[in-house]
C-alpha cells in the first residue's frame, strides 16, 4: 500500500505558476499526475518513470508544466508555469507499478485525495 498526500494547490492569475508536490509513503513506481475539472473526465497531465529519465506530458501543458522526482524524499513535483483558466481543476497525484511512465489511468494503483488549483482571469 501507498499513500499519497498533495500540496502546493491555490489561487493564482493567469500567467502565473504554482508548485504542487505529492509526498508518497513509501518509494513507488512511475508516478503521474492526472486533473479532473468540474462536469469533465479526468485527464492525465504529466508521468515520469521511476529514475527520472522518462517523463511524458499531454499537449496542453507541453511547454509550460514541468514534472520531477526526488527519490530519496519520496517526492514527485510538478511545476506549472503561464497557467490558464482552463487549467483549473482537482489535481491527483498517481503512482503505478510499473516502471515506465503512463499516461492511461488505469495502470495507476494509488491515488491522493487531490488538491484545487484555480486561475483567474
Known amino acids: 500500500q501507498v499513500q499519497l498526500v498533495e500540496s502546493g494547490g491555490g489561487l493564482v492569475q493567469a500567467g502565473g505558476s504554482l508548485r504542487l508536490s505529492c509526498v508518497a509513503s513509501?518509494?513507488?513506481?512511475?508516478m503521474g499526475w492526472f486533473r479532473q475539472a468540474p462536469g469533465k473526465e479526468r485527464e492525465f497531465v504529466a508521468a515520469?518513470?521511476?529514475?527520472?529519465?522518462?517523463?511524458h506530458y499531454a499537449d496542453s501543458v507541453k511547454g509550460r508544466y514541468t514534472i520531477s522526482r526526488d527519490n530519496p524524499k519520496n517526492t514527485v513535483y510538478l511545476q506549472m508555469n503561464t497557467l490558464k483558466p482552463e487549467d483549473t481543476a482537482v489535481y491527483y497525484c498517481?503512482?503505478?507499478?510499473?516502471?515506465?511512465?503512463?499516461?492511461?489511468?488505469?495502470?495507476?494503483?494509488?491515488w491522493g485525495q487531490g488538491t484545487q488549483v484555480t486561475v483567474s482571469s
Open positions: 498517481a503512482a503505478a507499478p510499473i516502471e515506465v511512465p503512463s499516461i492511461t489511468p488505469e495502470e495507476y494503483r494509488y
Open positions: 513509501r518509494r513507488a513506481y512511475a
Open positions: 515520469i518513470s521511476w529514475s527520472g529519465g522518462s517523463t
